[in-house]
């Protein structure tokens, strides 16, 4: 379970390091624009694939807040549920926001 948004991208950057085809399959920048935490990139196209802190071009957006992202992590709070009651946003491309699970 992660106890802060730090180690939520660590652990991402963690698991494309020990699974890189995992972001073959998906394919696409995200960039996660978490309130109260900061600005973090998720680069799939990248070789190798790569977890940046920081604001960047990406072709998924999704703004959360920190309790909110952590809740979807350590699936307390259903990803769906709350991109449907307007406490997860995506801007740009609906089918990379799809396959964020394979990820997350």
Do not use: H, R
Request: aromatic letters at 4%; a negative charge; hydrophobic letters at 45%.
């Amino acid at each position: 379970m992660a106890a802060t948004v730090e180690e939520v991208f660590a652990e991402i950057q963690s698991q494309l390091d020990e699974d890189p085809g995992k972001a073959k399959a998906v394919n696409g920048i995200y960039k996660f624009d978490v309130t109260g935490a900061g600005t973090w990139v998720v680069d799939l196209k990248a070789d190798p694939p790569a977890v940046t802190e920081g604001d960047g071009e990406a072709q998924c957006t999704i703004t959360v807040s920190s309790d909110d992202l952590l809740k979807i992590v350590n699936k307390e709070l259903n990803a769906q549920m709350a991109f449907m009651s307007g406490k997860l946003k995506i801007q740009g491309d609906m089918g990379l926001a799809m396959k964020l699970s394979q990820i997350l």
